[in-house]
């Protein structure tokens, strides 16, 4: 009976241990921006992380068309771009805040693809938690100031997100690993300029190499395995509803270590726009897991 309940609690918590990694990485990430910018950073974790995926899965091997490659590189610069966007935002904004509002962009995604009357329940859920957080603090009411680059930035990072799972659908005959590692090959390439640019030489410095090598790991190879393990053994649903735990998660790692204090206004929001992820989630039509989740922004290469 007990072999049978940790069989059943373990995928759960192979998503929340994935959550997690995600976010301790990203915020330890974030300690670099000082030193080599927002991109500079964002270069390391991405270059990193391709890096990493590309020695585990070695694509070459599944002999991919011009036409797979076209698709993987348009993918591929969706998720540069939103891995580059969120890490400019979570410079601006509290980890936490930035973190709900990007996950505006799948669950647009989810309501617009699936059209029943429920799903504009959470959209309109979703919204009022944006409203919370953005619109009541231009009529004076306290909830906690917030930098309107960083929301811009945030914003149109979420529309990346979107762009990315449906794209993301399009490579979904293709083995999963082969996307995955040239997508994020693909981000790099679009990203490191940024990064250069940024940083200059300073990108090169051996300690700040080893550190993005670690900070590549914890939010992109762990979480990667993590997901993969738990794919296989809860439903698509379930999986999205521990999923949605993430911008909680990221606002008790901003709180721990970087001493990010939200108001209780903010908190409030965030678990409206939790709520409606869940809700989502929950609610949807039943799908197989697929073989492999793309990852997320920092996600998972999210941005989160």
């Known amino acids: 009976m007990q072999h049978s309940l940790w069989q059943r609690l373990l995928p759960s918590l192979a998503v929340l241990g994935s959550v997690t990694s995600l976010c301790v990485g990203t915020s330890f990430a974030k300690h670099l921006f000082p030193v080599i910018g927002a991109q500079g950073t964002t270069a390391l974790r991405v270059g990193f992380s391709a890096l990493i995926l590309i020695a585990i899965w070695r694509p070459w091997r599944f002999a991919p068309t011009k036409a797979n490659l076209q698709q993987i590189f348009i993918f591929g610069t969706v998720l540069g771009l939103m891995n580059l966007l969120f890490y400019m935002a979570i410079k601006r904004l509290p980890f936490g805040v930035t973190v709900a509002i990007e996950f505006i ?14 799903d504009l329940v959470w959209l309109a859920l979703a919204a009022l938690g944006l409203f919370m957080l953005l619109i009541l603090p231009l009529f004076g009411v306290q909830v906690g100031t917030l930098d309107p680059v960083g929301l811009l930035y945030a914003i149109v990072a979420a529309i990346c997100w979107g762009g990315y799972i449906v794209l993301g659908k399009r490579t979904g005959q293709m083995h999963g690993g082969m996307v995955v590692s040239l997508a994020l090959l693909s981000a790099a390439i679009i990203v490191v300029p940024f990064g250069i640019a940024e940083a200059g030489m300073k990108l090169l410095t051996p300690s700040l190499l080893l550190y993005g090598l670690a900070v590549a790991a914890v939010s992109s190879a762990i979480p990667y395995s993590l997901e993969m393990f738990a794919l296989k053994r809860m439903s698509h649903s379930g999986f999205s509803t ?30 409206v726009i939790m709520a409606a992820a869940m809700g989502s989630a929950l609610t949807s039509q039943q799908q197989p897991s697929p073989e492999m989740k793309p990852l997320k922004p920092d996600t ?3 941005p989160a």
């Open 242 to 271: 521990m999923l949605a735990t993430e911008p909680a998660v990221a606002a008790l790692a901003g709180m721990l270590l970087l001493s990010e204090h939200l108001s209780v206004f903010q908190w409030t929001a965030i678990g």
């Open 105 to 118: 962009g799948p669950l647009t995604v989810a309501v617009w693809t699936s059209r029943r009357l429920l």
């Open 300 to 302: 998972q290469a999210n």
